[in-house]
Structure formats: structure tokens, C-alpha cells
């Protein structure tokens, strides 16, 4: 591998870009497999919509979807066996002994999801309107895209797993009411300034939702080989999710991940363990002003995470051997966040 630099004050003859024997050293080439077969997604699905009354329509469904030839990277050159008269802790000996490691790009990932979809959608008397949607889906893969290195080149599926986007369960419920105030509404219906400045024209609405944390990795500490490429996972052996009792200082059951022996690859730490669920709240008032027969100002007052709970998260991934393994370290979600805005529109 080489990298010529080149200066227009000290131009470089063509015949000298590039030089004999280049050194490899602290070189970490990429390459592409021979053979790069295009991706393929296929998507499925089926959906029954059902109208239940003149407010109200019912849709149940099923989608799907299957990626086949996905592309990932691993390590090229990846040591797999032993060189003679070594003792070492993790395969030393490459395929191509003159070069080291090799970010090498193949088309062979695959992965798959499914998911139940319900939906109902009411619109109330007065023009409001009530949505609330629920979701019950898997998604598995063996790479979440192709920007992580596999940990074992020669087996590729032992890191197949559920998706860094899986969530199981997924409610949202979201509404939009005027508020019956004003000429012509129940309250205050007076057409008089004031009603029409003050009372008139508000309008609330908000948005809920409740899902399942998504999946967090347990890393260790690669025994497997003596390359420098991938993240090695830890080897899961138990339910990290029973047994123990459940604190902010141990989300999970720390002692049902395990560092590997040498020369092996960890099953079962990548995505083994859940975040905490998400469940949140955001509410709006907005009123609208009708300047002239063009022009209108649009008042809004948000509150986001308006209950003011705190959603507690672990880190991206943790190393088996962390002390603050099991531990909520952090939030997913900001505090109470509360904005005024003024919008001019003609």
C-alpha cells in the first residue's frame, strides 16, 4: 500500500509516483471480495382497514422485511491458527504472513424484521382528533451497517442478533382538540373583542409514547485473535433479565456475562442486554390571530417530557470488565424543556 503525496511547487514526475517494494508497515489496506453479489431487500405486507363508525377507522397489519447479500466488513487477513513455536493467547498465524490486518468489504450479511401494526383513528365532534397506533416487531441482523468490523471473519453469523432499532412494544397515542371557546363554541361564546382576542382560536395537543429500551452490547476483551480489527462481545450465560434485584446500580444481572477463554469468540453479548423503556410525554397550545384576510400570527407554548421524567439509559456498549457494568449511567431523554414561539405568516 502506498500514499504519495503530491506538492504543484515540487511537481512529481509520473514515472516516480509509485516506488518498488513499498513498505507495509502501519499500513491497514482495504480491499473488496471478488465477489460482491447486489444487496437485496425484500418487502411484505398485509393491512385490513375497517371503518367502524363515521368517526372511526380500524387498520391491523402485518409488514415484513428480508435483506439478503448486506454488506459488511471484516478483517481480510485475520489470524487463524497458531505459528509455530509461540505460545500466544489468541491465533497469531494469518493466511498472508507479509501483511497485517486487511479491512475488507463482502456482500454476506443478512437480516430480517417483522412487525404487527394496529391503528385507530378518531376524529372527535368540535374537529379534534385521536390517534394511537401500537407496534409489536423483531428485527435481527448481523451488523447494524456496515461502519463495525466483524469480530470472527470465519463466522460471521455468531454475531446475529437482534437490531441496534429493535423494539418490541411501541404505543403512541397523539390528539389535537380546540378548545370549545368563542363565537359559535359552548363557552364564552361571545363575539365580542376581547372573546375573539383572548379566548377564542386555542387549540392543545400532545403526544405520548411508551416503547421497549432498545438493545445494548456487552464487550470484552478479544482473545480470539492478535488482530487489531472488530469488537470482540461477551459470551452470555444466562437471562440477564432475572435473578437479581433490579436498581439504577444494576439494570441487569451483571453475572450472566462472562469474558471468553482464549481463542474464543463471545455468543450473546452483542445486544444482550435492554435500555430502560421510553415513556414520554410532549403537550402544545397554540392560538391563531387573523390579522387581515392574508395575514395571521401564530402563538405556540411547548412543554416537551412534560411530566418531567427522567428516561434512564446505560451506555452504548459496556465492557464486561467495567466496574459501572449493570449501572444506569446516564439519560436518553432531556428534563422538562419548555419553549415559546411566535410565527408570522402572509
Keep these: 500500500p502506498q500514499a504519495p503525496t503530491f506538492q504543484i511547487s515540487n ?8 516506488v518498488a517494494n513499498p513498505s507495509a508497515t502501519g499500513q ?13 431487500v425484500t418487502e411484505y405486507n398485509l393491512f385490513v382497514e375497517q371503518k367502524l363508525n363515521e368517526r372511526m377507522v380500524a387498520t391491523l397489519g402485518y409488514a415484513g422485511e428480508g435483506g439478503r447479500h448486506e454488506s459488511v466488513r471484516l ?14 493467547t489468541g491465533y497469531n498465524q494469518r493466511p498472508l504472513s507479509y501483511i ?30 385521536i390517534l394511537a397506533s401500537y407496534a409489536w416487531s423483531r428485527a435481527f441482523n448481523i451488523e447494524d451497517g456496515d461502519r463495525f468490523t466483524l469480530p470472527d471473519a470465519y463466522h460471521t453469523r455468531l454475531t446475529y442478533a437482534l437490531a441496534a432499532w429493535d423494539r418490541p412494544n411501541a404505543f403512541a397515542l397523539s390528539a389535537v382538540y380546540p378548545l370549545p371557546f368563542g363565537p359559535g363554541q359552548r363557552f364564552a361564546n361571545s363575539s365580542g373583542y376581547f372573546t375573539r382576542l383572548a379566548v377564542a382560536g386555542w387549540q392543545i395537543s400532545g403526544i405520548y409514547r411508551a416503547a421497549t429500551g432498545l438493545p445494548v452490547s456487552i464487550t470484552q476483551t478479544s482473545v480470539l485473535n492478535t488482530g487489531s480489527l472488530g469488537t470482540a462481545f461477551a459470551q452470555k450465560t444466562c437471562d440477564p ?10 439494570w441487569f444481572n451483571k453475572a450472566c456475562f462472562a469474558q471468553t477463554a ?11 442486554v435492554r435500555n430502560a423503556p ?68 402572509f
Design 278 to 345: 421510553t415513556n414520554n410525554l410532549d403537550i402544545g397550545f397554540d392560538k391563531s390571530f387573523l390579522l387581515t384576510e392574508k395575514q395571521q400570527l401564530q402563538f405556540r407554548a411547548e412543554a416537551f417530557n412534560a411530566f418531567n421524567h427522567p428516561q434512564f439509559s446505560l451506555p452504548g456498549s459496556i465492557a464486561v470488565s467495567s466496574t459501572s457494568l449493570g449501572a444506569i449511567t446516564g439519560t436518553s431523554h432531556s428534563m422538562r424543556t419548555m419553549q415559546l414561539a411566535l410565527r408570522y405568516s
Design 75 to 88: 478483517n481480510g487477513n485475520q489470524p487463524n491458527s497458531i505459528a509455530a513455536g509461540t505460545s500466544p
Design 11 to 18: 511537481p512529481t514526475l509520473t514515472e516516480n509516483v509509485f
Design 100 to 129: 497485517g490486518d486487511v479491512f475488507a468489504q463482502y456482500n454476506i450479511a443478512s437480516s430480517n424484521s417483522n412487525e404487527l401494526q394496529a391503528k385507530l383513528d378518531t376524529r372527535l365532534n368540535g374537529g379534534g382528533r
Design 262 to 272: 482464549a481463542f474464543t469468540a463471545g455468543v450473546g453479548g452483542r445486544a444482550g
Design 28 to 40: 491497514v489496506p482495504q480491499t473488496l471480495s471478488p465477489h460482491m453479489p447486489d444487496v437485496s
Design 241 to 250: 433479565g432475572s435473578g437479581f434485584t433490579r436498581t439504577k446500580a444494576e
